[in-house]
């Protein structure tokens, strides 16, 4: 049987088509140089004493005086990462990390699995002490999405109670690749909203009654700094900047920004107060640091971690890469998983597989 397919459509080129089409609305963004426009307003916000509530589902509020706060050891001793143990060891400070991977059989497999890894590394400076390892669990039946991410965070937590009685130092900190404010539970519905606040409460509480400082570093793309000025100064027009975009253009390398109160909707109606800064690792690497209002005076340290652990780590926290390593569960993982899984059933993996589309992957069309 012959079949007539088209064979004048090119995929790449008709994706660079579209592109070419609408890059003139790119440089039209780019020369408007919005972010120049909005450094003048921050640079000239005041530290409000009662801030209206913002209407926003997140936003930043200035704690702080507006400026750049630069590092509490001098940039050219940063500079140089051999020394950097140094002080970490003569503070006596101890820095651990958690990070979870989760693995879900998905829609091809015939049996519903999942499996949580909660990877975790320490190092006790002074005794240079330290190491890494992970807890996994296996669950069957457990529908993917929230109900998976609520359970990650009960083993993060027992993972917390182990962990944290291996640091010694006299000043210990807990990083994790989280944001504290919870904006992302935004979309979910309210029950499972409310019980992952009260497992991401739970588990803060335990590392500072524990006598350590937990801290979340991540990413973001989020406008709550535009937000925050936009509650603050609701009569004048406020480019739509990213956080990253601002604080790439107002501090320089290694320096932070002022703290602010974060506001997050997610968080309403829970005792969670989180306070937030951002730091320039590097010309557009810039990191959002939470923590807990009840740490506030130990900032200082908490920026020193910040930026010492990004520079060992070459750009993002070492403790926080080696937690992922830990917890990453990869292609080759996954594969050992189901082999493991038909190995103990006495199944072939074939069998297992009930999807035509996920055996073409495995064995795709000559």
């Given at each position: ?83 950097l143990v140094d002080i970490l060891a003569d503070k006596d400070f101890s820095i651990a990390a958690i990070d979870s991977g989760i693995f879900t059989s998905g829609p091809h497999i015939l049996i519903d ?254």
């Open positions: 049987m012959h079949y007539n397919y088209w064979t004048d459509e090119n995929k790449t080129l008709n994706i660079l088509s579209a592109i070419n089409e609408g890059f003139d609305a790119v440089v039209e963004y780019i020369r408007e140089d919005k972010v120049s426009r909005l450094v003048e307003i921050y640079e000239n916000l005041q530290v409000p004493q009662s801030p209206p509530k913002p209407k926003y589902s997140s936003a930043l509020i200035p704690s702080e005086p507006i400026r750049e706060y630069r590092p509490p050891i001098r940039r050219e001793i940063l500079e140089r990462s051999d020394v699995i999942a499996v949580i890894n909660v990877g975790f590394w320490y190092i006790n400076y002074r005794s240079i002490s330290g190491g890494g390892g992970n807890r996994a669990k296996i669950y069957v039946d457990i529908e993917e999405g929230t109900r998976l991410r609520t359970i990650t965070k009960d083993m993060e937590t027992e993972v917390i109670k182990e962990l944290i009685a291996k640091l010694s130092g006299k000043k210990k900190f807990v990083l994790l690749d989280e944001s504290f404010s919870l904006s992302y539970t935004l979309s979910w519905s309210e029950k499972d909203r409310i019980e992952m606040v009260s497992k991401v409460v739970l588990l803060i509480d335990e590392i500072l009654n524990r006598g350590s400082v937990p801290i979340g570093i991540f990413y973001t793309r989020t406008h709550d700094i535009v937000r925050g000025i936009s509650t603050l100064k609701p009569n004048i027009d406020i480019p739509r900047v990213p956080d990253r975009a601002l604080m790439n253009k107002v501090l320089n390398t290694l320096s932070r920004s002022p703290t602010f109160k974060v506001y997050s909707k997610a968080l309403e109606g829970s005792k969670l107060e989180i306070l937030a800064f951002y730091v320039k690792v590097g010309e557009g690497n810039i990191l959002r640091v939470e923590f807990p209002k009840a740490a506030h005076d130990l900032i200082d340290d908490i920026y020193l971690v910040v930026i010492t652990q990004s520079i060992l780590g070459g750009g993002y926290p070492l403790a926080l890469q080696r937690a992922h390593d830990w917890a990453v569960i990869d292609a080759e993982t996954r594969e050992i998983i189901l082999g493991e899984i038909c190995r103990r059933l006495g199944i072939p993996l074939p069998d297992m597989i009930y999807s035509r589309k996920l055996g073409r992957k495995i064995s795709p069309i000559e």
